[in-house]
């Protein structure tokens, strides 16, 4: 064969491979638009059902809350709680007019909502009389509770409603998740085969003849792999937080719920028969802190923790974080404040303070012997904000010291004691945004204490008014 017809070939093999490679292209192209128009899709049909869910969460709470208010009112005749009543009534009908709006338009989903409707309308009226009656006659006891007695068989009807919507919601989120993971592999081993039979073209083709133009393919296709495996990652980031979120919402049900049964149970059965409620409420709740401090420092690194600074009533906040911690963890801990100075307000962000003090309280609760007391001190002064939390427990061990703020690190004094190695971490990542710095003080078997302190944050927004 001569050089010419060589060369020929050589042309028409190269022109045949490119035709083929932009042939297979194009496919790839229609196909990972249509996997792209489906996952979106998909997408929005998680966060419509997610939003549902925590509609029906906010609206199991406001009923309750319009409970509380009906029986505080009852009870004390107090108007802020008359008041506190009718604001949990409008807030929920609000969360029931937006169920309407949302729930998708089939049957049985619709006349679940109807019978909701029904029975809420039937709860508000029992609320209404039972208010009507303790202005008209307050010694009323018999039908007061009556009337509670009715209230609480309706409430039970709606929790049965309320469940039936959100299973049939959870049915309709697994599905989307299903098809989304679906749609995502399907996309990747598509991406990969064109990519695999690119390469297989190229090396038939061209090898002998192009082998620095195979090179630089090669190169660019190493660039366009990592470019995928970024978009990967970012999206198993984002797939992550929607996930956590969505494990959270039943987290408060099941918190919710227990609650409310071992408040319904408490007089009518044993004690040690509500240790199983407990167990549930605890377990819930340690779920549901892990879950948040993985989101969270998900979040900080990938730089999406929002810092959003306020002014603050400090002794206020520092008093309620106390109080939460007390009511939430039945702790057998004596929880003392101490403020130093008469702070007032301060300009920090709420949520970030609340993660770094609560961490470390519920750090000191954890590692410290039954009785034993932790405190929280506040000063302030010109510099900024200065928080001490001390505790007279285990102690940390000096080889522990340099690694203790690392993700998931433990001490190894604490064998036995439940925990995730996430607090510390938490607590750096928030306090990084502060521009505030921590140390610290501790001794084996005497107990630990933390300094955290934050700067002035209002240099720019003025003095408090």
Known sequence: MSVAHEGNWGEKAIATSFGLILLLLGWVSSISSKNTTELVDSTVRVQQTYEILVNLTDFFAAMNVAESGRRGYIFTGKDVELERHRQAIRSLQSELNQLQLQLQPEPLQLQRLQRLESLTQERLILFQQSIDLYQQERSATPAQNALTDRSVQVRGRIQVVLAEIQNEEKQHLNASLAESK??????????????????????????SLYQERLRR???????????????????????????????????????ASSQLLGEILETQIEPSYLKNLDRIQSSAK???????????????????LEFKPE???????????LEDIQSANLTQHPLKFVSQDCCGRVYLDEKLLYWVLSNLLLNAIKYSPLYSPVQLTLSCDRNGTRFEVRDW???????????????????KNVEGVTGSGLGLAVVKECLELFGGTISWTSDVGQGTTFFVQIPRLDSLKGSSS
Request: charged share 20%; proline share 2%.
């Open 182 to 207: 679906k749609t995502i592999e399907q996309r990747f081993v598509l991406e990969q085969a064109g990519t695999a039979l690119i390469f297989v073209f190229f090396g038939v083709t061209v090898f």
């Open 393 to 411: 427990g285990m102690g940390i061990l000096g080889t522990d010291q340099a690694q203790m703020f690392d993700p998931f690190y433990r001490g």
């Open 286 to 304: 340690l779920m549901n802190q892990l879950l948040t401090d993985i989101l969270t420092l998900t979040r900080a690194e990938a730089g999406n």
């Open 217 to 255: 393919q090669r190169l660019q296709t190493l660039e366009q792999t990592l470019a995928q495996e970024r978009e990967l990652s970012e999206l198993k980031l984002r797939l992550f937080s929607m996930v956590s979120h969505e494990f959270r919402t039943p987290l408060s049900v099941i918190l």
């Open 311 to 321: 002014w603050l009533d400090i002794e206020a906040f520092c008093l309620n974080l």
